[in-house]
């Protein structure tokens, strides 16, 4: 999953801190500790300067809040939607979580999940592949598209709840291991 996109993703929300949206995107597609928040800082300045991402203020203590622009709402928007989708199965889990979180995202989730099961579709049907690895990716990809199908029906249901930012803030510094 890119951390560009996410990030921008869950500024769809609103301005947000950067170790906000570092929060944020690690709970939202259950990847608590595998994003270093360097990355998100980094990333943020590369967003800004792409003119996707502007300062937004900054928050009671001091902190400086980012929004999107224009064209960083475009490419959030495309991302959400599916336009560029590839099966590799921790991005889709990540970027399928992510976007069922977000608030207005679950109705255009039919359309990342359509992307995400034509992928899978292709891969799973074997190619030149030595009959071991067909069979690997067969069964990853039937597995890809039961996954999609439940999250789809969870998501009908109300059991994956879309929300906006979490109301907790995010502690500073270093993580008790």
């Keep these: 999953m890119s951390l560009r996109s996410s990030t921008l993703a869950v500024l769809t929300l609103g301005p947000a801190y950067g170790l906000q949206l570092h ?7 259950s990847r608590v500790g ?10 943020l300045s ?10 937004a203020g900054v928050t009671d203590d001091a902190l400086p809040l980012y929004r999107l622009t224009d ?8 991302w959400l939607a599916g336009h560029t989708v590839e099966a590799e199965w921790s991005a889709m889990v990540a970027h399928v979580l992510l976007a ?6 679950p109705d255009g989730l039919r359309e990342l999940i359509r992307a995400y ?6 891969l799973g049907q074997g190619g030149a592949l030595a009959p071991s690895a067909a069979y690997a990716n067969d069964l990853l990809a039937s597995a890809a598209r039961r996954w999609l199908d439940d999250v789809e029906a969870r998501c009908a249901t109300g059991e994956l709840v ?5 109301d ?4 500073r510094g270093r993580r008790p291991r």
């Design 23 to 29: 929060h944020e995107i690690e709970a939202r597609t």
């Design 34 to 43: 595998c994003i270093n928040v360097g990355q998100t800082y980094s990333t």
């Design 46 to 55: 590369r967003l800004t300067i792409a003119g996707c991402v502007a300062p």
């Design 71 to 78: 064209a960083g709402r475009a490419e959030a928007e495309a």
């Design 100 to 105: 069922a979180s977000l608030p207005g995202v």
């Design 117 to 122: 099961r034509a992928a899978w579709t292709s």
């Design 162 to 166: 879309a929300r906006g930012y979490d």
């Design 168 to 171: 907790n803030r995010p502690r």
